[in-house]
């Protein structure tokens, strides 16, 4: 089960508002699958995991979103991504596009996108980074002269909680993955994750 927030504040006190529904969202669905049908035998749905997933209108990098950061959703759902508040792990890429590089060449079919994505320096051209003290939040990103940290503002998230899960279960991520097949149509880098989940009976 799924549940996909992609219309998040700007103003980081209401986007935590939003995070604590979040949070209740996923005790609600985890309490109701568990409850039987009237009339029914106890037969009950064994959640092995649950799935929030959008864009969050935040990074875990920007110093301005260290509230969202510190959210006690990350302690109830874990981000694949993230090492911890403000760090994320070397291989994650931000999600967010430049606006006014949108329709270049470079970046407007799935297959440059990709070849774009996988170059470092070209990425750099074209990924919105958070603003530093001396850059602008509303300044260009094309043509910059400061010298950037991280790999972006990744602001789209997929994060997965394991609380349902059986003792003798295991559940593993099998893939993360940077989708391009959207290029040209938004100026967010889609997310994706496989999860699978073995009861020890079967294979996954």
Not at 13 to 29: H, I, K, M, P, T
Not at 126 to 151: D, E, H, M, T
Request: charged share 30%.
């Amino acid at each position: 089960m799924a549940q996909d927030h992609d219309t998040f504040s700007c103003d980081a006190s209401v986007r935590c508002e939003q995070l604590d529904r979040l949070l209740q969202w996923g005790a609600e669905f985890r309490q109701s699958s568990s409850i039987p049908l009237e009339g029914e035998k106890v037969l009950e749905d064994l959640v092995a995991f649950d799935v929030i997933l959008g864009d969050l209108n935040f990074d875990n990098c920007s110093s301005e979103d260290k509230l969202e950061q510190q959210h006690a959703l990350f302690t109830q759902y874990k981000d694949p991504c993230r090492l911890g508040p403000g760090e994320d792990k070397p291989w994650a890429l931000g999600t967010l596009l430049d606006p006014s590089g949108l329709y270049d060449e470079d970046v407007s079919s799935p297959e440059s996108l990709q070849k774009l994505m996988e170059n470092e320096e070209g990425r750099k051209e074209y990924l919105v980074f958070p603003p530093s003290k001396s850059q602008c939040p509303a300044s260009s990103q094309k043509g910059r002269k400061i010298p950037l940290k991280g790999n972006g503002r990744r602001i789209d998230y997929i994060l997965y909680s394991d609380e349902g899960l059986q003792q003798d279960w295991k559940l593993e991520i099998e893939e993360f993955s940077f989708v391009t097949q959207l290029a040209g149509l938004t100026d967010h880098l889609s997310v994706a994750m496989r999860l699978a989940v073995s009861t020890g009976e079967e294979e996954p």
